[in-house]
């Protein structure tokens, strides 16, 4: 996503100034993407110089900006392509859990556990904020949200994928494991747990808790 | 007040070396006004859990209070009444009874406990009015959609004085927004003063509760409670 084409969009629906397209940017995408109006006039200056936008005339100390053709192609263009998941930032905990994963005395299942609290936690607030009264008629707002709320969701059943494959591969792993787990485990789960229910590999899967540390 | 308390909870299948630990020390308490929800994965103790705490199922260690009753001081008659007086459930399936109407479905509890049928009808239906299906009060379950039906059988846990209403996997297999409505039904008896415990493997649904607990291999291991500021979350890595 790139603020260029949410400003055409936005000038789609008629020709706005900066401070207009600001808060109708911010309105837009529920108050997520906070801008500054330096950012506003830096991608109007830059929509000018490649023809996408002009501007008009000032009025009332006010310059508004309205869409050309080559803008409308442009902002066709960006609706029927899909985003791409390669402009997307890299995952910083998926790299964060394959190093926890190789780093001698890390914990796995408590950097996943930690994580999933963190995240259903945040998800929590997310459906609070969808379900307050003032909010709820409010579409974009609460489509907004939950992209948010699917994208958390998709961490989490993630991070239950990643549990479980430790489990999995923990027997495999206790050989090697049952060495240096024997010095004992601080942290989950809590002293005197049992053995796994319905896990007949439980030996395994214990020192799969142990054995990464 | 505390409806819901389990205390040291214990319990285990079987014995010896067969013996499987599915509860191992749980402590959980849930007010009134409270949705806890309980997420872990399968076989992680869950479903026990929710048994328990219905009464449907008796630790082998540990005390279970409803009400500030323990329910192991209580004679089995005792405990069916306090079950369906004070106990309302949801489950995946939903156990409704196809030959009877979504009205009779709902009164049936009420009906089990005494209470006549014109009585129990009109409080059916004023709680069938509450979860939005006023016009299918006469329909049979067979007649209803998957979400209909859904909403049926929470308006048969919520008829009456329920304190409690236990939920395991209340949307099943409904799609996101009829899944979501059912939640904010759940939601809404809570914030109207009952208690509430939903076992779910959907953090989605996790997310409307007001306390999250983890529980893996029959204890919990984890919490998840308000955000001190939960504003920064929206704006956190917002704009290039």
Known sequence: ?213 | MSILELRGVHRTHGTGELAVHALAGVDLTVEAGELVAVMGPSGSGKSTLLNLAGGLDRPTRGEVFVAGQRLADLPVRRLAALRRRMVGYVFQDLNLLPSLTAAENVAMPLELDGVSPRRAQRTARATLDAVGLTELADRYPDDLSGGQQQRVAIARALVGDRRLVLADEPTGALDSVTGEAVLQLLRGRVDQGAAGLLVTHEARHAGWADRVVFLRDGVIVDTAGPLPRPEDLLTAGGAE
């Open chain 1, 1 to 213: 996503m790139s603020i260029k084409h949410g400003l055409l969009a936005l000038l789609e629906r008629g020709p706005m100034h900066g401070y207009q397209l600001r808060s109708a940017f911010e309105e837009s995408t529920g108050g997520t993407w906070p801008l500054n109006i330096g950012q506003v006039y830096t991608t109007l200056g830059r929509l000018e110089r490649d023809e996408l936008v002009r501007s008009l005339p000032e009025h009332d100390g006010q310059r508004e900006y309205e869409i050309t053709d080559e803008g409308r192609t442009e902002l066709t263009l960006w609706f029927a392509t899909p985003v791409s998941r390669a402009d997307r930032p890299r995952d910083e905990l998926a790299i964060k859990l394959a190093l926890a994963l190789t780093t001698p005395g890390v914990d796995v299942r408590a950097v996943v556990q930690g994580q999933r609290t963190a995240t259903v936690r945040a998800m929590q607030e997310y459906t609070r904020l969808k379900a307050s009264p003032a909010k709820l008629a409010d579409l974009s707002w609460r489509l907004v949200i939950d992209a948010m709320l699917f994208q958390a969701e998709a961490e989490v059943r993630w991070l239950d994928h990643c549990e479980a494959e430790l489990v999995r591969q923990a027997p495999a792993a206790s050989a090697s494991a049952a060495a240096s787990a024997s010095a004992g485990s601080a942290g989950a789960p809590a002293p005197g747990s049992p053995t796994e229910p319905g896990q007949p590999a439980a030996p395994g899967a214990r020192a799969g808790k142990g054995g990464r540390r």
